[in-house]
């Protein structure tokens, strides 16, 4: 059985997904080594170890007093950005339907994996930042920011993604065979 009082930014659950999310953002810092089919392959299997890891995070209780700046940077996020588009390029950009509640209704919009990949890698490199400076306080309000925007941002981005790198997946197959 775990200890109950186990400090939450060591715990195991919290230090696999400091692995699986440092991971993650070296694949993307990384891209331009790889080809479109390598890459999409390898983020089909790590964007749902990602999102069954965040699930396993231990809920915090902090009053957000040291909540960490942000340390991805706007070239950083493009860089990652532009090396995605450049492997995915037509493959990038899809149309999605999106329920808008207060309307009641269906509306479709563009969304692109390159933003969404980046998007994701946004927050999970601020978080990894914060792990590799070792400031608890710190660490504990970075660890509680992560799970929240996870609610209300990234963990449907994730989604969207992972549903697209799923048709790209199977459509850059169907390519090669032809």
Same mark, same amino acid.
């Given at each position: ?18 692995? @699986?999310?440092a $991971?993650?953002?070296?694949?993307? +810092? ?6 479109? *089919?390598? &890459?999409?392959?390898t ?14 995070l ?17 070239d ?21 339907? @999106?329920?808008? $509640?207060?309307?009641?209704?269906? +509306? ?6 390159? *933003?969404? &990949?980046?998007d ?58 032809i």
């Amino acid at each position: 059985m775990a200890n109950q009082t186990e400090n939450p930014i060591y715990a195991h659950d919290t230090l696999e997904f400091v692995t @699986v999310a440092a $991971e993650y953002c070296a694949l993307l +810092e990384k891209c331009e080594e790889r080809t479109a *089919e390598e &890459l999409v392959g390898t983020l089909l299997k790590l964007l749902p170890l990602l999102y069954m890891k965040v699930q396993l995070l231990p809920e915090v209780d902090t009053d957000g007093a040291f909540v960490p700046s942000d340390q991805v940077t706007e070239d950083d996020y493009n860089y990652v950005r532009e090396g995605v588009w450049r492997l995915l390029r037509e493959h990038d950009e899809y149309e999605m339907l @999106v329920w808008d $509640e207060d309307m009641q209704t269906e +509306e479709s919009r563009w969304c692109s994996v390159s *933003e969404g &990949l980046a998007d994701i890698y946004q927050a999970l490199r601020n978080f990894v930042a914060v792990y590799q400076q070792r400031v608890e306080p710190c660490m504990l309000d970075a660890l509680w920011q992560l799970r929240e925007n996870f609610e209300l941002y990234w963990g449907q981005t994730l989604l969207d993604t992972l549903r697209q790198l799923h048709r790209i997946r199977y459509a850059l197959t169907i390519e090669k065979d032809i």
